[in-house]
């Protein structure tokens, strides 16, 4: 089912690229605001909806459906422990550097600006 989804979703994303590649924006009479032709139509409203504009509004709510089905249907799976929680918690030994190895021990006393290590 997932699988079906994904591919509806790809041809929809492809399917608005593609509408609204091919659409005609506002913009393009800009011309007609400067001397030629009706300068009301420029931002005005605009005529009824063509079916580019129709089958883009199509998409994309086929867009958004399968967007939500998608990731509704990937928070319903089995989840797999973090990162957090999948390390080992290995207790701290003198062998692996721990600083908590002996609790009893005292630790080394601080190097002052003097010393050199020998």
Same mark, same amino acid.
């Given at each position: 089912?997932?699988? #079906? ?14 509408? #609204?590649?091919?659409?005609? %924006?506002?913009?393009? /009479?800009? %011309?007609?605001?400067? +001397? ?7 931002? %005005? ?51 692996? +550097?721990?600083?908590?190895? /002996? ?11 003097? /010393?050199?290590?020998?």
């Amino acid at each position: 089912m997932e699988t #079906v989804l994904q591919i509806i979703h790809v041809i929809a994303v492809i399917a608005i690229i593609g509408l #609204v590649l091919l659409q005609q %924006g506002k913009g393009a /009479d800009a %011309g007609a605001a400067f +001397g030629g032709g009706n300068s009301a139509g420029l931002f %005005g409203a605009s005529g009824s909806a063509n079916f580019l504009s129709r089958a883009t509004a199509i998409a994309a709510t086929v867009f958004f459906c399968t967007s939500l089905a998608l990731t509704w249907m990937s928070n319903r799976t089995a989840r797999s422990a973090g990162v957090v929680e999948s390390v080992p918690l290995v207790p701290a030994t003198p062998a692996n +550097g721990g600083a908590g190895a /002996d609790a009893g021990a005292v630790a080394p006393a601080p190097a002052k600006v003097g /010393d050199v290590p020998q």
